[in-house]
Each structure stands twice: as structure tokens, then as C-alpha cells.
């Protein structure tokens, strides 16, 4: 999977739990850009994206994500092992 195919699938699951069906991601953005990121959300699309992608996020794997593209990133070298 690409990056390119990585977004779009984000995008989907970021719709999905934050209740925003025209939401348009950016590698750039953060959860500040994002109305109704919180802790609680943030949890909730981590679960999210490991049962879409079939990784496991380790705790230092989500302290180091700060935007999008931390978790694109993420997601290609945990689906690459």
C-alpha cells in the first residue's frame, strides 16, 4: 500500500470518528486542525486504524505521532514487517 492509498483509508477512518464526512487530510495537519480531536477521540481512531490496517501501535509508537503524516508513516513501516 502506498502512501497516496494510506491517506485516502485515514481519511475514511478520520470521517468515521470524527463525525465529518467532507473532512480533507493534509500530511501537515494536526489534531488543533481538526474540531473534536480530543484524548478520548484520539483513542478511539488509534483502535480504529490498527483493526483497519491489522497493526498493533505500540505506547512510544503514539506518543511520537504529531500529524498526519506521522501516522502514514507508521502504518507503511508496520505493514512492510
Same mark, same amino acid.
Given at each position: &500500500?502506498?502512501? !497516496? @492509498? +494510506? %491517506?485516502? *483509508? +485515514?481519511?475514511? /477512518? &478520520?470521517? =468515521?470518528?470524527?463525525?465529518?464526512?467532507?473532512? =480533507? %487530510?493534509?500530511? =501537515? &495537519?494536526?489534531? $488543533?486542525?481538526?474540531?473534536?480531536?480530543?484524548? &478520548?477521540?484520539? +483513542?478511539?481512531?488509534?483502535?480504529?486504524?490498527? @483493526?483497519?490496517? =491489522? /497493526? *498493533?501501535?505500540?505506547?512510544?509508537?503514539? /506518543?511520537? /505521532? !504529531?500529524?498526519?503524516?506521522?501516522? +502514514? $508513516? %507508521?502504518?507503511? !513501516? *508496520?505493514?512492510? %514487517?
Amino acid at each position: &500500500m502506498n502512501q !497516496e @492509498e +494510506i %491517506l485516502t *483509508k +485515514i481519511t475514511e /477512518i &478520520m470521517r =468515521e470518528t470524527f463525525n465529518s464526512p467532507t473532512l =480533507e %487530510l493534509t500530511p =501537515e &495537519m494536526t489534531a $488543533k486542525d481538526i474540531k473534536g480531536w480530543d484524548s &478520548m477521540k484520539n +483513542i478511539w481512531l488509534i483502535v480504529a486504524i490498527e @483493526e483497519a490496517f =491489522e /497493526i *498493533k501501535l505500540s505506547t512510544s509508537d503514539v /506518543i511520537s /505521532i !504529531e500529524c498526519v503524516a506521522d501516522y +502514514i $508513516k %507508521l502504518i507503511s !513501516e *508496520k505493514s512492510a %514487517l
